[in-house]
């Protein structure tokens, strides 16, 4: 378990020091920003879905602490080239490691990489952080300019 535990610490650094799809998006149809108020994270999400409703690229920006930036990287990397539904599916199940019981195994099926963030559920603190790329996708798919926290 400690050496998991590193790996996935190891892959959120990665992902903080060298975030994935980072950076202005031309030709973006649909955009939102979001701001965590609890840590001073803020970030934008820029999106291009295709005539058959796929995200066919995303990329993002803005300032905010590892675990912020590194789910915003991962994020992008993951649901690159999903349709919208299938990105509110994996939303869901990405909430649900974040905010699970810490004594219940997490679940991670389907998640790929993100699975790195099921420690966040230890951290209450830090859900907002780890969520808040997503809520600024869901919020830029919706056609909304901002991103509503809960
Ligand atoms: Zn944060």
Known sequence: MD???????????DHNKKPRNYGPLEDATHEAAGHNPLCGDQLTIRCHVDAEGRVDALRFEGQGCAISRASASLMTEHVKGKRIEEIDADFERF????????????????????????????FPMRVKCATLAWHALRAALEGREEAKTE
């Open 3 to 13: 050496d998991l535990r590193e790996l996935y610490q190891a892959t959120i650094l």
């Open 95 to 122: 909430h649900e490691l974040v905010t699970g019981s810490p004594s219940e195994p997490p679940r991670s099926e389907g998640l790929g990489k993100l699975a790195v963030f099921a420690g966040v559920r230890e």
